[in-house]
């Protein structure tokens, strides 16, 4: 299933994922810190997205109270729940 997800409070304003049975594919970021956004993608492929959750809720990034990470996990919560409500 694909997901977009408009980001709050960060440098990313979109992140659109595939999920697959509860597992992450296809991330990517719109706007942000390209090379560590790209990077975090790559890390978090093949990923269940629980432990995305659990891994990155709650990363800040300097004095925001979120980051691209954290906005990721929301996304994948947004997603899990579209998810099994289908």
Same mark, same amino acid.
Request: glycine residues 10%; charged residues 20%.
């Given at each position: ?7 709050? $409070? =960060?440098? *990313?304003?979109?992140? =659109?994922?595939?999920? %697959?049975?509860?597992? &992450?594919?296809? &991330?990517?970021?719109?706007? $942000? !810190? ?9 890390? &978090? %492929? $093949?990923? %269940?997205?629980?432990? &995305?959750?659990?891994?990155? *809720?709650?990363? =800040? !990034?300097?004095?925001? *109270? =979120?980051?691209? $990470? ?12 579209? %998810?099994?409500?289908?």
């Amino acid at each position: 299933m694909n997901h977009t997800y408009k980001t709050k $409070g =960060t440098c *990313s304003s979109q992140i =659109t994922l595939d999920l %697959e049975n509860g597992i &992450v594919k296809n &991330v990517q970021f719109t706007g $942000g !810190c390209n090379g560590n956004l790209k990077a975090i993608a790559k890390l &978090v %492929e $093949g990923m %269940e997205a629980q432990r &995305v959750i659990d891994l990155l *809720s709650g990363n =800040t !990034c300097g004095f925001k *109270s =979120t980051s691209c $990470g954290d906005q990721l996990a929301c996304a994948l919560k947004e997603a899990l729940a579209a %998810e099994s409500a289908s």
